[in-house]
């Protein structure tokens, strides 16, 4: 369940290649020597998969290990590689956050770029840190597995409301025969007093 | 007897017929007055004649309701055909339903009528005397007529289910041409593209104009809330890379999916829930009468133990009384002794 990369990129109508417009790489678990070698592999088949994305259409594309998923909107795309385990509709409704946060905070301004930005975008990169957990990004999914949770509790809380029951049907008992024996005992006090004339 | 085969003979009993004719106008006058004392013996030389003015009666009944059922079969023949024919006009919806309306109400008058002649015949049968073969007749006659009746009645329940059945394939059929006429208004929206995108598949977005009128109609699409929205992207990427198709309808199913599944889960906890309350508050109950029982102990021990207080008061009190009673006996005693000794 890991998110390797995240980018931005500025879907070309033709010809020309996608203009990144941010890119957020997580390679830490990649040798020294083949980091940059990974990240220019991302780059790479971040261009490829994003000119070949129409626009408002999402894709994924098995890569060797990777699945590469990519939205397309307005000719603003937004290309994720994560792993198989990873479920697609979370990667995708990733995707459609950074693509709005992304119009938040640029405007239009990514209209005009014509070459590949080279400043870090900081929300992408903790994106990329907080949406390792693919429940993070989909609220779908969170609220399912805390349904489930919550599931798990009740169905907790009607086993002890259950032996709470028993409980109490035992003691219910225990007092009955209680209030019979206080009874019996009254009987027989008030017995020995009403015939106490032999002695 | 004219009465039997009202709708199947084809013998001339006219003659017959004539002769009936002028016994019931004979009989006419005497039966009205018949009529009354059924019960008991009325004319005694009238028995006959009334007899026959019955039998006749009974008979002229019955050949009214066999006529009624074969007129009423016949519109239920009518009606089946109707229901039969009608496949995609709807013009004899109401004159069927009419039909409808009118066999039900002769159905059930036939019901009644046969009811009435049962009885009819039930009380002429036990009051005046008449032969076994009459009362046999008669009630054959009865028993075939209520066979009649029923078939009728088995057939107007078979023509209503055939009804119901066309009436569902019309909806269908209706329903199908709905669905092609709104598909067909949203497809010339998208008509453009394939025109444009025909000559070079591979450009994503040939015209700005076509570009423009997608992306409006993909603005609704990138909604969290997307359930069933695929056949305008359906509409849209037919004439695209066909491998999107799926992909899109897939992610669009699986929300909405989740969202079911989120649905019923919140649907199961209401229902635990519910379940939950229901056990607490009759375990409230059980609370209550453990409690009572406790009371009742309670009660019941301390009025023991004020029994037991007040025996041991009296016991102790007693002693002073036993004391003076044992003086008393060691009086006699003494008193005895003397006398012996």
């Known amino acids: ?199 | 007897m004219q009465a039997r085969h009202g709708q199947s003979s084809y013998r001339d009993r006219s003659d017959e017929f004539f002769g009936i004719v002028k016994s019931r106008r004979r009989s006419i006058a005497p039966a009205a007055e018949n009529n009354v004392p059924y019960g008991g013996g009325g004319g005694r030389r009238e028995d006959p004649r009334s007899a026959a003015a019955n039998q006749s009666e009974f008979s002229k009944r019955a050949s009214l309701i066999g006529l009624a059922i074969h007129q009423t079969s016949q519109k239920l023949s009518k009606l089946a055909q109707l229901a039969k024919r009608s496949s995609v006009f709807d013009d004899p919806t109401r004159e069927i339903q009419e039909l409808t309306v009118v066999i039900k109400q002769e159905i059930s008058g036939l019901n009644g009528a046969l009811l009435d002649l049962q009885a009819v015949r039930n009380s002429h049968n036990d009051e005046s005397s008449i032969s076994r073969d009459t009362t046999t007749h008669s009630a054959t006659v009865v028993d075939d007529l209520k066979n009649r009746l029923m078939d009728t009645t088995k057939e107007f329940k078979d023509v209503l289910t055939l009804r119901t059945e066309n009436m569902k394939i019309q909806e269908d059929r209706m329903k199908k041409f709905s669905k092609i006429s709104s598909k067909e208004s949203a497809n010339p929206f998208v008509r453009q593209r394939p025109l444009a995108s025909k000559p070079s598949p591979s450009q994503p977005a040939p015209l700005p104009w076509a570009n423009g009128s997608s992306s409006s109609s993909s603005q609704i699409v990138p909604s969290r809330q997307g359930e069933a929205e695929s056949s305008p992207l359906l509409q849209q990427s037919q004439q695209q890379q066909q491998h999107m198709v799926p992909l899109q309808d897939t992610y669009m199913q699986s929300r909405a999916e989740a969202l079911h599944n989120v649905e019923s889960t919140i649907h199961e906890l209401g229902n635990i829930f519910t379940q939950l309350a229901t056990m607490v508050s009759q375990q409230g109950e059980i609370a209550i009468r453990i409690d009572q029982n406790m009371e009742d102990t309670l009660a019941n021990v301390e009025g023991a133990q004020s029994q037991l207080a007040r025996y041991l008061n009296s016991i102790s009190s007693n002693r002073w009384l036993m004391i003076k009673i044992f003086f008393v006996l060691i009086a006699f005693l003494m008193v005895f002794l003397f006398f012996v000794a």
């Open chain 1, 1 to 199: 369940m890991k998110i390797t990369a995240l980018l931005v990129l500025k879907a070309a109508p033709e010809t020309s290649d996608p203009v990144i417009l941010a890119n957020a790489s997580d390679v830490s678990h990649f040798g020294y020597f083949q980091r940059s070698s990974v990240k220019e592999f991302v780059v790479f088949v971040g261009r490829t998969v994003a000119s070949r994305t129409p626009p408002s259409q999402r894709q994924s594309v098995q890569h060797e290990e990777y699945k590469v998923h990519a939205y397309n909107r307005n000719g603003l795309c937004a290309v994720g590689f994560m792993d198989d385990h990873y479920p697609v509709r979370s990667a995708f409704s990733l995707l459609n956050q950074v693509i709005d946060e992304y119009q938040k905070s640029f405007g239009e301004a990514w209209r005009s770029a014509k070459e590949d930005s080279a400043q870090p975008w900081p929300y992408l990169a903790e994106a990329l840190t907080k949406f390792q957990d693919p429940a993070e990004a989909d609220k779908l999914l969170k609220i399912q597995r805390e349904l489930d949770e919550t599931k798990i509790i009740l169905h907790k809380t009607i086993d002890s409301v259950l032996a709470r029951g028993e409980k109490l049907d035992s003691l219910v008992e225990k007092s009955s025969d209680l209030s019979m024996a206080s009874q019996m005992f009254y009987k027989q006090a008030k017995k020995t007093n009403s015939c106490c004339t032999i002695l």
